[in-house]
């Protein structure tokens, strides 16, 4: 599809006059768009809480249509002001998981270096082996807490 992209674009057949889409790519838009609000949907509705030494932890799992920026922003904006750090999954076939330290309560960048990740300010990211689907999400997110309460039991001995 992108390369059908790209070529249409160079011969001129993705716009018709002015900037609007000629009827088969404007149709692809909208596919998107209503795609796009879908996943913002599903993402509310996968947002779970935890609470781990003091910390608020939000975990969501998020469509890879979103892609590693606006999931996390989107979580920020909407539910930033409520929790100490964002945790976004992405579904397959997306390996990659955003943290976002919304305050200094817990440190980021060294949490994801320990699984192999990086990062810069309070914000970072890892990749895992194994692909999240959907039905995996809960029992990873304990996965997940549990190596957060390691990581911060090592952090305070």
């Known amino acids: 599809r992108l390369l059908r992209l790209a070529d249409d674009l160079r011969k001129g057949k993705v716009f018709s006059e002015g900037a ?16 796009s609000r879908d996943a913002y949907a599903r993402l509310d509705e ?11 932890f939000l975990f ?9 920026k606006p999931a996390p922003r989107h979580l920020k904006a909407n539910y930033g002001s409520t929790v100490d750090v964002i945790i976004t999954i992405f579904a397959p076939p997306v390996r990659n998981y955003i943290l976002d330290g919304m305050n200094d309560r817990f440190a980021v960048v060294p949490f994801v270096q320990t699984l192999g990740g990086g990062g810069r300010q309070n914000m970072g990211g890892f990749t895992v082996d194994n692909e999240v689907k959907p ?23």
Do not use: C, G, M, N
Request: glycine residues 0%; aromatic residues 14%.
């Open 135 to 157: 039905d995996e999400f809960p029992r990873y997110i304990t996965s997940l807490q549990e190596r957060i309460k390691e990581y911060l039991h090592s952090r305070s001995a």
């Open 46 to 56: 996968t947002v779970q809480y935890a609470d781990i030494e003091k910390i608020r």
């Open 20 to 35: 609007t889409f000629t009827p088969q790519w404007d149709a692809d838009l909208k596919r998107y768009e209503e795609r």
């Open 60 to 68: 969501a799992y998020a469509d890879p249509i979103l892609s590693q």
